[in-house]
């Protein structure tokens, strides 16, 4: 996003008045996440083989637009193909680069499916959708001041689970507001012991209230 670092910004700004005014409390915050499709088909998911096939067939096609652009084309036709080819090779040295943490998740999990990493959209995760269907998508996360029902912290991850997500909430609202929340709200898909251990040493101390399906011991 050309202008994440000025609306991230904006928030955080828009936070501080509301938090200086007192309408965000943060006595409590509830955090929860939603799955958003990505800008990718299914098909546009490649092997590391078929990956680095598409990249040298990418990087050809580059060096046939400079050819091109070198020769009679008009400057206008020539520049806009020297771009299509440019950010489509852009995208597959990305998706490339991305292969090994992909191999890497499959490897944590134990999983006998190949890694693959979109030609499309790299960022882009295959995960479980609310229709029960499996589709390219982003998790997106975001924490909720209770009593204003304002929100004080957005993230957005390719991570299809949520047990990991809680910790950098906090850390982001800590940022963001220069203070903990007294208590966390959080249905059963954050609940893990490394997500509670991670808050519990976390550079404040966070009283966590859960409240959903299953409990830590």
């Known amino acids: 996003m050309a202008h994440q670092a000025a609306l991230d910004d904006l928030l955080t700004q ?100 190949a890694a693959k990493v979109s030609v499309t959209d790299p960022d882009a995760r295959v995960m479980k959708l609310m229709d029960g269907g499996f589709r390219p998508a982003y998790n997106v996360q975001f924490a909720t001041d209770v009593d204003s029902h304002a929100i004080v912290g957005v993230a957005v991850t390719n991570e299809g689970a949520d047990g990991r997500q809680l910790p950098p909430m906090l850390d982001q609202v800590v940022t963001r507001t220069g203070r903990a929340p007294g208590a966390v709200l959080a249905d059963g898909g954050y609940v893990s012991l490394a997500a509670i251990d991670a808050a519990a040493r976390g550079s404040t101390r966070r009283e966590l209230e859960w409240r959903g399906r299953s409990r830590p011991d």
């Not at 008045?17 to 088909?41: E, H, M, P, W």
């Not at 680095?52 to 400079?66: G, L």
């Open 14 to 113: 828009s936070i501080t008045v509301l938090l200086d005014k007192r309408v965000i409390t943060l006595n409590r915050i509830a955090q929860d996440g939603t799955k958003i499709r990505a800008s990718a088909g299914v098909r546009s998911f490649k092997r590391g083989e078929r990956l680095r096939a598409c990249r040298q067939m990418a990087r050809q096609q580059v060096a046939r637009t400079q050819a091109e652009a070198d020769g009679v084309a008009p400057a206008r036709r020539a520049a806009a193909q020297r771009r299509v080819a440019a950010e489509q090779l852009a995208r597959v040295e990305g998706a490339v680069a991305q292969l090994p943490e992909v191999e890497a998740t499959k490897a944590r999990h134990r999983s006998r499916s």
